[in-house]
């Protein structure tokens, strides 16, 4: 039996909508309710700043809320005299050896982690992500006992390792969550062309990480260069000291050199206000590839 199906009725062409104005809880509140808590709270994160670089730049007993006359001397006292630049360079090395090193072990766990299943991989998440509950002090002992055994206690290598090995377990959660939105079938489309897991993860999936990799590597690089603990135990000789132990040196059970102080701190600042400066783009571009599922 074959039923006839009746025609659809008629539509009436419906009237274009008017476009109206949706008013939003933002139009809503007066502008200065949103700018004066914001003024407030620069004002307050910019007055301890305006501090250091006050006893940095005026000379040494003045009293004056401008620093003027102007003076570099205490910067010049701490870069000759008590050895920041070689502090500097000290840290520079451990930031960027630790930024690389972590960069690349998190990588290939990440993709292990995102890519393949095996037995236990739930539980080795779940202990990742309670190791970020231990604190650094806690591996000072055994990290000490394994350097010692190694020989490399007072070496820049111990710290570097240790530092890496305490910035692995998130680096290694959060490459996994950028590796997860990058779809699997290109990389599925590469193997049919031709390339092989290891070609097609550099051609394909690593240019699409670039955001993640300098979220991942700058995190771990600014918590290398301020990092005291890990220095402070495993380097003894002076010379192989970062820039957070000088500081420490600056300050004694009898005085402070304030200006020496807080010339020295500016120091330690700069190189990651400036770091930040460039890669804030590329910061929050790749905690937002986090954060949406691709």
């Given at each position: 039996m074959i039923t006839e199906i009746a025609p659809a009725p008629e539509r009436v062409a419906a009237e274009p909508a008017r476009p109206h104005h949706r008013r939003r809880a933002w139009?809503?509140?007066?502008?200065?309710?949103?700018?004066?808590?914001?003024?407030?709270?620069?004002?307050?994160?910019?007055?301890?700043?305006?501090?250091?670089?006050l006893f940095a730049l005026r000379p040494a007993g003045s009293t004056s809320l401008v620093p003027w006359p102007m003076t570099f001397d205490h910067f010049q006292k701490v870069w000759t005299e008590r050895s920041f630049g070689t502090y500097f360079a000290n840290s520079v090395y451990v930031g960027i050896a630790t930024l690389l090193l972590t960069t690349v072990v998190a990588l290939a766990g990440g993709y292990?982690?995102?890519?393949?299943?095996?037995?236990?991989?739930?539980?080795?998440?779940?202990?990742?992500?309670?190791?970020?509950?231990?604190?650094?002090?806690?591996?000072?002992?055994?990290?000490?006992?394994?350097?010692a055994e190694l020989k490399m206690?007072?070496?820049?290598?111990s710290v570097i390792i240790a530092e890496t090995v305490f910035q692995?377990?998130?680096?290694?959660?959060?490459?996994?969550?950028?590796?997860?939105?990058?779809?699997?079938?290109?990389?599925?489309?590469?193997?049919?062309?031709?390339?092989?897991?290891?070609?097609?993860?550099?051609i394909v999936v690593l240019p699409l990480l670039r955001p993640g990799l300098i979220a991942v590597g700058s995190f771990a690089f600014v918590?290398?260069?301020?990092?005291?603990?890990?220095?402070?135990?495993?380097?003894?000789?002076?010379?192989?000291?970062?820039?957070?132990?000088g500081l420490n040196t600056l300050m004694?059970?009898?005085?402070v050199d304030l200006g020496a102080l807080a010339a020295g701190g500016i120091v330690a600042a700069v190189p990651v206000v400036v770091v930040f400066a460039?890669?804030?783009?590329?910061?929050?571009?790749g905690f937002s590839a986090g954060a949406v599922k691709g």
């Open positions: 139009d809503e509140v007066p502008r200065w309710q949103i700018y004066l808590p914001l003024s407030v709270y620069l004002l307050f994160t910019l007055i301890p700043f305006y501090w250091i670089l292990a982690l995102a890519r393949f299943d095996f037995r236990l991989k739930r539980g080795f998440m779940l202990a990742l992500l309670c190791s970020q509950f231990v604190p650094g002090a806690l591996l000072l002992v055994p990290l000490f006992q394994i350097f206690i007072n070496s820049l290598g692995l377990p998130l680096s290694m959660i959060l490459i996994s969550g950028f590796i997860r939105n990058v779809p699997y079938s290109l990389e599925e489309a590469a193997w049919v062309d031709g390339c092989g897991r290891l070609t097609a993860f550099r918590h290398a260069w301020n990092h005291f603990l890990f220095a402070l135990m495993f380097l003894s000789d002076q010379g192989k000291q970062t820039i957070p132990v004694s059970a009898d005085s460039f890669i804030q783009k590329w910061l929050i571009t």
